[in-house]
Protein backbone atom coordinates (compact mmCIF):
# COMPACT_ATOMS: atom_id res chain seq x y z
CA UNK A 1 0.00 0.00 0.00
CA UNK A 2 2.72 2.35 -0.11
CA UNK A 3 3.62 3.05 -4.18
CA UNK A 4 3.34 6.61 -3.90
CA UNK A 5 5.91 6.38 -0.95
CA UNK A 6 7.87 4.97 -3.08
CA UNK A 7 8.44 7.43 -5.92
CA UNK A 8 8.45 10.18 -3.50
CA UNK A 9 11.29 9.17 -1.90
CA UNK A 10 12.80 8.44 -5.00
CA UNK A 11 12.44 11.45 -5.98
CA UNK A 12 13.95 13.48 -2.71
CA UNK A 13 17.10 10.98 -3.32
CA UNK A 14 17.31 12.37 -6.26
CA UNK A 15 17.16 15.55 -5.24
CA UNK A 16 19.50 15.00 -2.49
CA UNK A 17 21.84 13.54 -5.25
CA UNK A 18 21.16 16.70 -7.36
CA UNK A 19 22.43 18.61 -4.57
CA UNK A 20 26.01 17.04 -4.07
CA UNK A 21 26.69 17.08 -7.78
CA UNK A 22 26.40 21.40 -7.94
CA UNK A 23 28.82 21.47 -5.54
CA UNK A 24 31.32 19.30 -7.04
CA UNK A 25 34.47 17.65 -5.96
CA UNK A 26 37.62 19.37 -4.42
CA UNK A 27 40.86 19.33 -6.72
CA UNK A 28 40.96 18.08 -10.52
CA UNK A 29 40.15 14.22 -12.06
CA UNK A 30 42.74 11.87 -11.87
CA UNK A 31 44.35 11.79 -15.39
CA UNK A 32 41.92 9.23 -17.93
CA UNK A 33 39.11 9.67 -15.98
CA UNK A 34 37.16 10.07 -18.67
CA UNK A 35 34.72 7.05 -18.06
CA UNK A 36 31.94 7.28 -15.37
CA UNK A 37 32.41 4.88 -11.91
CA UNK A 38 29.86 2.28 -11.68
CA UNK A 39 28.93 0.74 -8.57
CA UNK A 40 28.85 -2.88 -8.68
CA UNK A 41 27.78 -6.00 -5.72
CA UNK A 42 25.65 -5.26 -2.54
CA UNK A 43 28.17 -2.97 -0.82
CA UNK A 44 28.02 -0.32 -3.79
CA UNK A 45 24.74 0.75 -2.71
CA UNK A 46 21.24 1.08 -3.40
CA UNK A 47 20.23 4.90 -3.59
CA UNK A 48 16.75 6.74 -4.17
CA UNK A 49 18.61 9.18 -6.87
CA UNK A 50 16.07 9.36 -9.44
CA UNK A 51 18.39 11.02 -12.00
CA UNK A 52 21.03 10.99 -8.75
CA UNK A 53 24.61 10.37 -8.58
CA UNK A 54 27.74 12.19 -10.27
CA UNK A 55 29.03 11.64 -13.94
CA UNK A 56 33.03 12.41 -14.25
CA UNK A 57 34.56 13.81 -17.15
CA UNK A 58 38.07 14.41 -17.88
CA UNK A 59 37.88 18.11 -17.02
CA UNK A 60 36.23 16.64 -13.22
CA UNK A 61 33.04 18.32 -13.86
CA UNK A 62 30.02 16.39 -12.42
CA UNK A 63 26.96 15.78 -14.28
CA UNK A 64 23.53 14.31 -13.24
CA UNK A 65 23.52 10.70 -13.51
CA UNK A 66 20.56 9.78 -16.23
CA UNK A 67 18.63 6.28 -15.32
CA UNK A 68 18.14 3.79 -18.11
CA UNK A 69 14.10 4.24 -17.64
CA UNK A 70 13.50 0.80 -17.96
CA UNK A 71 16.35 -2.03 -19.17
CA UNK A 72 16.96 -4.34 -16.52
CA UNK A 73 14.68 -1.88 -14.69
CA UNK A 74 11.36 -3.62 -15.60
CA UNK A 75 12.96 -7.25 -13.65
CA UNK A 76 13.66 -4.77 -10.63
CA UNK A 77 9.85 -3.67 -10.86
CA UNK A 78 8.47 -7.09 -11.05
CA UNK A 79 10.43 -8.09 -8.19
CA UNK A 80 9.25 -4.77 -5.84
CA UNK A 81 5.69 -5.74 -7.02
CA UNK A 82 6.29 -9.47 -5.71
CA UNK A 83 7.75 -8.01 -2.48
CA UNK A 84 4.70 -5.51 -1.81
CA UNK A 85 1.97 -8.02 -2.80
CA UNK A 86 3.41 -11.12 -1.12
CA UNK A 87 4.40 -9.06 2.54
CA UNK A 88 1.37 -6.74 2.53
CA UNK A 89 -0.87 -9.32 1.15
CA UNK A 90 0.45 -11.69 4.24
CA UNK A 91 -0.44 -8.92 7.24
CA UNK A 92 -3.65 -7.89 5.80
CA UNK A 93 -5.00 -11.16 5.14
CA UNK A 94 -4.36 -12.03 8.98
CA UNK A 95 -8.07 -11.94 9.45
CA UNK A 96 -8.56 -15.47 8.24
CA UNK A 97 -5.19 -16.65 10.10
CA UNK A 98 -6.80 -15.34 13.55
CA UNK A 99 -9.22 -17.36 12.77
CA UNK A 100 -6.69 -19.95 12.33
CA UNK A 101 -5.11 -19.68 15.15
CA UNK A 102 -7.91 -19.40 17.83
CA UNK A 103 -9.22 -22.77 16.47
CA UNK A 104 -5.37 -24.44 16.72
CA UNK A 105 -5.54 -23.28 20.18
CA UNK A 106 -9.06 -24.73 21.13
CA UNK A 107 -11.90 -22.60 21.43
CA UNK A 108 -13.16 -25.08 23.67
CA UNK A 109 -11.03 -24.17 26.71
CA UNK A 110 -13.00 -20.82 26.77
CA UNK A 111 -10.24 -18.33 27.87
CA UNK A 112 -11.64 -14.91 28.54
CA UNK A 113 -8.99 -13.96 27.16
CA UNK A 114 -8.09 -15.48 23.82
CA UNK A 115 -9.30 -12.75 21.41
CA UNK A 116 -7.04 -10.58 23.36
CA UNK A 117 -3.72 -12.95 23.29
CA UNK A 118 -4.34 -13.97 19.78
CA UNK A 119 -5.04 -9.95 18.54
CA UNK A 120 -0.94 -9.52 19.61
CA UNK A 121 0.37 -11.94 16.72
CA UNK A 122 -0.85 -9.61 14.53
CA UNK A 123 -0.43 -6.57 15.63
CA UNK A 124 3.32 -7.40 16.27
CA UNK A 125 3.96 -8.26 13.22
CA UNK A 126 2.31 -4.92 11.33
CA UNK A 127 3.84 -2.66 13.94
CA UNK A 128 7.42 -4.10 13.60
CA UNK A 129 7.04 -3.17 10.34
CA UNK A 130 6.65 0.84 11.22
CA UNK A 131 8.84 0.36 14.36
CA UNK A 132 11.66 -0.95 12.23
CA UNK A 133 11.39 2.02 9.63
CA UNK A 134 14.22 5.01 10.98
CA UNK A 135 16.63 1.98 11.61
CA UNK A 136 15.92 0.12 8.09
CA UNK A 137 16.43 3.60 6.54
CA UNK A 138 19.86 3.10 8.67
CA UNK A 139 21.19 -0.09 6.86
CA UNK A 140 20.36 0.75 3.50
CA UNK A 141 22.08 3.81 3.66
CA UNK A 142 25.12 1.49 4.87
CA UNK A 143 24.51 -1.70 3.36
CA UNK A 144 22.76 -1.17 0.26
CA UNK A 145 19.43 -1.97 -1.11
CA UNK A 146 19.91 -5.19 -2.07
CA UNK A 147 21.90 -6.36 0.70
CA UNK A 148 19.13 -5.04 3.09
CA UNK A 149 16.44 -6.49 1.25
CA UNK A 150 17.27 -9.72 0.85
CA UNK A 151 18.65 -10.06 4.74
CA UNK A 152 15.30 -9.22 5.60
CA UNK A 153 13.66 -11.74 3.14
CA UNK A 154 15.26 -14.64 4.86
CA UNK A 155 14.84 -13.35 8.44
CA UNK A 156 10.89 -13.17 7.45
CA UNK A 157 11.65 -16.65 5.99
CA UNK A 158 12.43 -17.99 8.69
CA UNK A 159 9.78 -16.33 11.22
CA UNK A 160 7.13 -18.04 8.54
CA UNK A 161 8.79 -21.53 8.49
CA UNK A 162 9.41 -21.51 12.17
CA UNK A 163 5.46 -20.80 13.46
CA UNK A 164 4.60 -24.13 11.24
CA UNK A 165 6.46 -25.95 14.14
CA UNK A 166 5.05 -24.82 17.14
CA UNK A 167 1.12 -24.20 18.36
CA UNK A 168 2.13 -22.29 21.46
CA UNK A 169 0.91 -18.64 21.25
CA UNK A 170 3.59 -17.26 23.45
CA UNK A 171 6.19 -18.54 20.61
CA UNK A 172 4.07 -17.35 17.52
CA UNK A 173 4.70 -13.75 19.49
CA UNK A 174 8.50 -14.04 18.59
CA UNK A 175 8.51 -16.32 15.48
CA UNK A 176 5.81 -14.25 13.11
CA UNK A 177 5.32 -10.95 15.30
CA UNK A 178 8.40 -10.31 15.72
CA UNK A 179 11.17 -12.30 13.15
CA UNK A 180 8.09 -11.93 10.47
CA UNK A 181 7.45 -8.47 10.95
CA UNK A 182 10.85 -7.29 11.39
CA UNK A 183 12.23 -9.47 8.19
CA UNK A 184 9.03 -7.76 6.13
CA UNK A 185 10.56 -4.20 7.80
CA UNK A 186 14.09 -5.06 6.24
CA UNK A 187 12.21 -6.66 3.33
CA UNK A 188 10.14 -3.93 2.07
CA UNK A 189 11.62 -0.72 3.01
CA UNK A 190 14.29 -0.88 0.20
CA UNK A 191 11.86 -1.47 -2.55
CA UNK A 192 10.88 1.97 -1.67
CA UNK A 193 13.59 3.76 -2.98
CA UNK A 194 15.53 1.18 -5.80
CA UNK A 195 13.05 1.87 -8.65
CA UNK A 196 14.54 5.55 -8.59
CA UNK A 197 17.67 4.05 -9.92
CA UNK A 198 16.06 2.96 -13.03
CA UNK A 199 13.21 5.43 -13.59
CA UNK A 200 13.13 9.16 -13.29
CA UNK A 201 10.81 9.84 -16.46
CA UNK A 202 8.78 7.01 -16.34
CA UNK A 203 8.60 6.25 -11.91
CA UNK A 204 5.13 7.01 -11.84
CA UNK A 205 4.68 4.18 -14.88
CA UNK A 206 7.08 2.07 -12.67
CA UNK A 207 5.00 3.04 -9.55
CA UNK A 208 1.87 2.01 -11.13
CA UNK A 209 2.71 -1.63 -12.59
CA UNK A 210 3.91 -2.25 -8.55
CA UNK A 211 0.95 -0.93 -7.20
CA UNK A 212 -1.49 -3.17 -9.91
CA UNK A 213 1.12 -5.70 -9.83
CA UNK A 214 0.96 -6.27 -5.97
CA UNK A 215 -2.76 -6.14 -6.17
CA UNK A 216 -2.85 -9.32 -8.25
CA UNK A 217 -1.00 -10.87 -5.11
CA UNK A 218 -2.83 -9.39 -2.15
CA UNK A 219 -6.16 -9.43 -3.52
CA UNK A 220 -6.30 -13.24 -4.26
CA UNK A 221 -4.42 -14.22 -1.04
CA UNK A 222 -7.53 -14.53 1.39
CA UNK A 223 -9.33 -16.48 -0.92
CA UNK A 224 -6.40 -19.28 -1.24
CA UNK A 225 -5.97 -19.16 2.75
CA UNK A 226 -9.46 -19.82 3.46
CA UNK A 227 -9.46 -22.65 0.81
CA UNK A 228 -5.83 -24.05 1.24
CA UNK A 229 -6.23 -23.08 5.33
CA UNK A 230 -9.29 -25.65 5.49
CA UNK A 231 -7.29 -28.41 3.61
CA UNK A 232 -3.97 -28.55 4.98
CA UNK A 233 -4.15 -26.71 8.58
CA UNK A 234 -2.76 -24.26 9.98
CA UNK A 235 1.06 -25.20 10.01
CA UNK A 236 1.39 -26.36 6.26
CA UNK A 237 -0.60 -22.40 5.83
CA UNK A 238 2.71 -21.05 7.12
CA UNK A 239 5.05 -23.30 5.46
CA UNK A 240 3.10 -22.07 1.87
CA UNK A 241 3.38 -18.72 3.43
CA UNK A 242 7.11 -18.79 3.64
CA UNK A 243 7.80 -20.08 -0.24
CA UNK A 244 6.50 -16.65 -1.01
CA UNK A 245 9.49 -15.02 1.27
CA UNK A 246 11.82 -17.60 0.01
CA UNK A 247 11.11 -16.78 -3.42
CA UNK A 248 11.38 -12.70 -2.23
CA UNK A 249 14.98 -13.48 -1.28
CA UNK A 250 16.16 -14.37 -4.54
CA UNK A 251 14.07 -11.26 -5.82
CA UNK A 252 16.04 -8.84 -3.46
CA UNK A 253 19.07 -9.47 -5.27
CA UNK A 254 18.11 -8.26 -8.91
CA UNK A 255 18.17 -4.62 -6.91
CA UNK A 256 21.46 -4.24 -8.59
CA UNK A 257 22.65 -0.49 -7.73
CA UNK A 258 23.56 1.40 -10.56
CA UNK A 259 24.38 5.11 -8.65
CA UNK A 260 27.68 5.72 -8.79
CA UNK A 261 29.45 6.23 -5.34
CA UNK A 262 31.54 9.27 -4.13
CA UNK A 263 34.26 7.98 -3.13
CA UNK A 264 36.51 11.59 -2.70
CA UNK A 265 33.47 12.58 -0.55
CA UNK A 266 33.96 9.91 1.71
CA UNK A 267 37.99 10.71 1.87
CA UNK A 268 37.49 13.86 2.87
CA UNK A 269 34.79 13.05 5.71
CA UNK A 270 37.43 10.59 7.21
CA UNK A 271 39.68 12.94 7.06
CA UNK A 272 37.75 15.68 8.93
CA UNK A 273 36.62 12.84 11.56
CA UNK A 274 40.17 11.80 12.11
CA UNK A 275 41.08 15.43 13.42
CA UNK A 276 38.41 15.39 16.14
CA UNK A 277 38.71 13.91 19.51
CA UNK A 278 36.68 9.52 19.58
CA UNK A 279 33.21 12.11 21.63
CA UNK A 280 32.92 14.30 18.94
CA UNK A 281 33.44 11.39 16.25
CA UNK A 282 30.41 9.66 18.17
CA UNK A 283 28.04 12.65 18.27
CA UNK A 284 29.19 13.55 14.43
CA UNK A 285 27.74 9.72 13.56
CA UNK A 286 24.92 9.80 15.54
CA UNK A 287 23.78 13.17 14.58
CA UNK A 288 24.39 11.97 10.78
CA UNK A 289 21.96 8.57 11.12
CA UNK A 290 19.59 9.71 13.67
CA UNK A 291 19.02 13.59 12.50
CA UNK A 292 16.18 15.00 14.34
CA UNK A 293 15.98 18.23 13.38
CA UNK A 294 12.25 17.51 11.37
CA UNK A 295 11.04 17.95 15.04
CA UNK A 296 11.88 21.67 15.32
CA UNK A 297 9.09 22.46 12.53
CA UNK A 298 5.96 23.18 14.41
CA UNK A 299 3.81 21.85 11.47
CA UNK A 300 5.71 18.86 11.16
CA UNK A 301 5.13 17.75 14.71
CA UNK A 302 1.78 18.55 14.54
CA UNK A 303 1.34 16.26 11.06
CA UNK A 304 3.22 13.49 13.21
CA UNK A 305 0.61 13.13 16.22
CA UNK A 306 -2.30 13.56 13.95
CA UNK A 307 -1.19 10.44 11.80
CA UNK A 308 -0.18 8.38 14.86
CA UNK A 309 -3.54 9.32 16.85
CA UNK A 310 -5.60 8.36 13.30
CA UNK A 311 -3.96 4.89 12.94
CA UNK A 312 -4.69 3.34 16.40
CA UNK A 313 -7.67 1.49 14.92
CA UNK A 314 -6.38 1.03 11.44
CA UNK A 315 -5.34 -2.71 11.83
CA UNK A 316 -9.03 -3.43 13.13
CA UNK A 317 -11.21 -4.25 10.59
CA UNK A 318 -8.63 -6.22 8.60
CA UNK A 319 -8.75 -8.24 11.78
CA UNK A 320 -12.28 -8.95 13.24
CA UNK A 321 -14.28 -8.29 10.20
CA UNK A 322 -14.05 -11.94 9.29
CA UNK A 323 -14.77 -13.21 12.68
CA UNK A 324 -17.82 -10.50 13.33
CA UNK A 325 -19.60 -11.40 9.96
CA UNK A 326 -19.11 -15.18 10.81
CA UNK A 327 -20.94 -14.66 14.17
CA UNK A 328 -23.32 -11.53 13.27
CA UNK A 329 -24.68 -13.21 9.78
CA UNK A 330 -23.43 -16.74 10.54
CA UNK A 331 -21.69 -16.22 6.75
CA UNK A 332 -18.71 -18.57 6.61
CA UNK A 333 -18.44 -19.44 2.68
CA UNK A 334 -18.47 -15.98 1.75
CA UNK A 335 -16.59 -13.94 4.46
CA UNK A 336 -12.89 -14.04 2.51
CA UNK A 337 -14.78 -11.80 0.38
CA UNK A 338 -14.50 -8.75 2.63
CA UNK A 339 -10.60 -9.35 2.45
CA UNK A 340 -10.35 -9.19 -0.99
CA UNK A 341 -12.96 -6.27 -1.44
CA UNK A 342 -10.55 -3.99 1.07
CA UNK A 343 -7.36 -5.24 -1.01
CA UNK A 344 -8.90 -4.43 -4.23
CA UNK A 345 -10.06 -1.27 -3.67
CA UNK A 346 -7.05 0.10 -1.78
CA UNK A 347 -5.29 -0.79 -4.77
CA UNK A 348 -7.66 1.07 -6.73
CA UNK A 349 -6.93 4.05 -4.16
CA UNK A 350 -3.69 4.04 -4.68
CA UNK A 351 -3.32 4.32 -8.26
CA UNK A 352 -6.18 6.84 -8.61
CA UNK A 353 -5.26 9.23 -5.36
CA UNK A 354 -1.63 9.76 -6.70
CA UNK A 355 -2.79 11.44 -9.62
CA UNK A 356 -5.71 13.60 -7.38
CA UNK A 357 -2.77 14.37 -5.59
CA UNK A 358 -0.26 16.06 -7.83
CA UNK A 359 -3.39 18.18 -9.45
CA UNK A 360 -3.39 19.85 -5.95
CA UNK A 361 -1.72 22.62 -4.79
CA UNK A 362 1.36 22.90 -2.24
CA UNK A 363 -0.28 21.42 1.36
CA UNK A 364 -3.88 21.68 0.50
CA UNK A 365 -3.81 18.27 -0.58
CA UNK A 366 -3.48 17.23 3.25
CA UNK A 367 -6.81 17.85 3.19
CA UNK A 368 -7.72 14.84 0.96
CA UNK A 369 -5.58 12.52 4.05
CA UNK A 370 -8.40 14.45 6.20
CA UNK A 371 -11.33 13.62 4.48
CA UNK A 372 -9.82 10.17 3.77
CA UNK A 373 -9.41 9.75 7.83
CA UNK A 374 -12.52 10.89 9.17
CA UNK A 375 -14.73 9.08 6.01
CA UNK A 376 -12.67 6.19 7.43
CA UNK A 377 -13.23 6.96 11.18
CA UNK A 378 -17.48 6.67 10.26
CA UNK A 379 -17.35 3.91 7.73
CA UNK A 380 -15.81 1.91 10.93
CA UNK A 381 -18.75 2.80 13.20
CA UNK A 382 -21.21 2.48 11.06
CA UNK A 383 -20.20 -1.88 10.44
CA UNK A 384 -22.46 -2.58 13.52
CA UNK A 385 -25.11 -1.11 12.17
CA UNK A 386 -25.29 -3.17 8.91
CA UNK A 387 -28.29 -5.22 9.01
CA UNK A 388 -26.90 -7.77 6.18
CA UNK A 389 -23.67 -9.31 4.83
CA UNK A 390 -23.98 -7.08 1.54
CA UNK A 391 -23.81 -3.90 3.29
CA UNK A 392 -20.58 -4.77 5.18
CA UNK A 393 -18.97 -5.40 1.98
CA UNK A 394 -20.19 -2.01 0.89
CA UNK A 395 -18.32 -0.83 3.79
CA UNK A 396 -15.25 -2.76 2.95
CA UNK A 397 -15.64 -1.61 -0.67
CA UNK A 398 -14.92 2.18 0.50
CA UNK A 399 -12.58 1.43 3.43
CA UNK A 400 -10.67 0.21 0.71
CA UNK A 401 -10.75 3.30 -0.78
CA UNK A 402 -9.91 5.47 2.04
CA UNK A 403 -7.01 3.09 2.98
CA UNK A 404 -5.09 3.87 -0.52
CA UNK A 405 -5.90 8.07 -0.44
CA UNK A 406 -4.35 8.04 2.69
CA UNK A 407 -1.45 6.30 2.32
CA UNK A 408 -0.67 7.42 -1.06
CA UNK A 409 -0.48 10.65 -0.28
CA UNK A 410 1.38 10.55 2.53
CA UNK A 411 4.69 11.26 1.19
CA UNK A 412 3.96 14.30 -0.97
CA UNK A 413 2.89 16.01 2.17
CA UNK A 414 6.29 14.98 3.73
CA UNK A 415 7.94 16.39 1.19
CA UNK A 416 5.68 19.74 1.44
CA UNK A 417 6.22 19.82 5.28
CA UNK A 418 9.77 19.52 5.51
CA UNK A 419 11.46 19.96 2.00
CA UNK A 420 13.34 17.00 -0.21
CA UNK A 421 16.71 16.92 1.95
CA UNK A 422 14.86 16.05 5.36
CA UNK A 423 11.94 14.12 3.70
CA UNK A 424 13.35 10.57 3.92
CA UNK A 425 13.91 10.93 7.24
CA UNK A 426 10.66 12.26 8.38
CA UNK A 427 8.57 9.58 6.71
CA UNK A 428 11.01 7.19 8.77
CA UNK A 429 10.29 8.99 12.05
CA UNK A 430 6.49 9.00 11.03
CA UNK A 431 6.70 5.15 10.24
CA UNK A 432 8.66 4.76 13.72
CA UNK A 433 6.00 7.11 15.50
CA UNK A 434 3.14 4.55 13.62
CA UNK A 435 4.15 1.58 14.93
CA UNK A 436 3.29 1.84 18.86
CA UNK A 437 -0.72 2.93 17.86
CA UNK A 438 -0.78 0.36 15.07
CA UNK A 439 0.14 -2.67 17.76
CA UNK A 440 -1.56 -1.45 20.55
CA UNK A 441 -5.39 -1.35 18.58
CA UNK A 442 -6.19 -4.33 18.03
CA UNK A 443 -5.43 -5.80 21.19
CA UNK A 444 -7.61 -2.91 23.04
CA UNK A 445 -10.45 -4.15 20.42
CA UNK A 446 -9.91 -7.95 21.54
CA UNK A 447 -10.15 -6.69 24.99
CA UNK A 448 -13.39 -4.80 24.40
CA UNK A 449 -14.90 -7.91 22.52
CA UNK A 450 -14.14 -9.97 25.29
CA UNK A 451 -15.27 -7.74 27.92
CA UNK A 452 -18.71 -6.92 25.89
CA UNK A 453 -18.76 -10.39 24.28
CA UNK A 454 -19.39 -8.98 21.21
CA UNK A 455 -17.68 -6.80 18.16
CA UNK A 456 -19.35 -3.46 18.77
CA UNK A 457 -17.42 -1.72 20.81
CA UNK A 458 -14.57 -2.86 18.94
CA UNK A 459 -15.42 -0.99 15.72
CA UNK A 460 -16.88 2.25 18.14
CA UNK A 461 -13.44 2.22 18.96
CA UNK A 462 -11.77 1.57 16.09
CA UNK A 463 -13.71 4.51 14.49
CA UNK A 464 -12.74 7.51 16.84
CA UNK A 465 -9.08 7.65 16.56
CA UNK A 466 -9.12 8.02 12.93
CA UNK A 467 -11.70 11.29 13.32
CA UNK A 468 -9.90 12.67 16.09
CA UNK A 469 -6.73 12.75 13.81
CA UNK A 470 -7.79 13.62 10.92
CA UNK A 471 -9.18 16.74 12.72
CA UNK A 472 -5.76 17.33 14.07
CA UNK A 473 -4.35 16.78 10.52
CA UNK A 474 -6.85 20.10 9.51
CA UNK A 475 -5.02 22.32 11.77
CA UNK A 476 -1.88 21.64 9.74
CA UNK A 477 -2.28 24.05 6.60
CA UNK A 478 -3.64 26.86 8.95
CA UNK A 479 -0.26 26.82 10.90
CA UNK A 480 1.44 26.42 7.66
CA UNK A 481 -0.11 29.62 6.69
CA UNK A 482 0.20 31.83 9.54
CA UNK A 483 3.97 31.21 9.55
CA UNK A 484 4.30 32.06 5.97
CA UNK A 485 2.08 34.76 6.95
CA UNK A 486 4.66 35.92 9.73
CA UNK A 487 7.70 35.35 7.36
CA UNK A 488 6.07 37.90 4.62
CA UNK A 489 5.22 40.78 7.51
CA UNK A 490 9.29 40.16 9.28
CA UNK A 491 11.76 40.38 5.81
CA UNK A 492 14.21 40.82 8.57
CA UNK A 493 13.74 37.09 9.52
CA UNK A 494 13.50 35.13 6.20
CA UNK A 495 17.57 34.47 6.06
CA UNK A 496 17.02 32.91 9.37
CA UNK A 497 13.74 30.52 8.35
CA UNK A 498 15.93 29.33 5.44
CA UNK A 499 16.23 25.85 6.14
CA UNK A 500 19.57 24.70 6.70
CA UNK A 501 21.62 22.24 5.12
CA UNK A 502 21.15 18.62 7.08
CA UNK A 503 24.46 16.07 7.26
CA UNK A 504 21.65 13.30 7.10
CA UNK A 505 20.36 14.63 3.92
CA UNK A 506 23.37 14.93 1.89
CA UNK A 507 24.03 10.62 2.58
CA UNK A 508 22.15 9.67 -0.15
CA UNK A 509 19.86 6.75 0.93
CA UNK A 510 21.14 3.20 -0.31
CA UNK A 511 24.40 4.31 -1.46
CA UNK A 512 26.79 2.56 1.32
CA UNK A 513 29.84 3.85 -0.23
CA UNK A 514 28.76 7.57 0.10
CA UNK A 515 29.80 9.51 2.85
CA UNK A 516 27.90 13.02 3.82
CA UNK A 517 30.50 16.56 3.91
CA UNK A 518 31.02 16.74 7.73
Not at 442 to 451: F, Q, W
Not at 456 to 469: E, R
Not at 475 to 494: C, F, Y
Amino acid sequence: MWDRLRGSRAAGGGRSAAAMAQRGEKGPAAAGEGEPRTGTGAGAGAGTGAGAGAERGASGAAAPFQPPEGGFGWVVVFAAAWCNGSIFGIHNSFGILYMMLQSDLGEGEKDPALEFKTAWVGSLAMGMIFFCSPIVSIFTDRIGCRTTAASGAAIAFVGLLSSSFTKSLEVRYFTYGILFGCGSSFAFQPSLVILGHYFKRRLGLANGIVAGGSCLISVPLPFFLKMVGKAIGLAHTFQVLSALMLIQIFLSLTYRPILPPSCDSQQDGQDKLGSRSMRQQCWSQTRKYFNLRVFRRKTYRIWAFGIATAVLGYLVPYMNLVKYVEKRFQETKKDWILLVCLGAMSGLGRLVSGRIGDCIPGLKKIYLQVASFVLLGILCMMIPQCRGFEGVIVICLFLGLCDGFFTTIMAPIAFELVGPMQASQAIGYLMGLMAVPMTAGTPIAGYLNDYFENYDAAFYFAGVPPIIGGLVLAVVPLVHQRMLKKQRLDSGKDKMLVSEAVVNGELLPGCPASEAHM
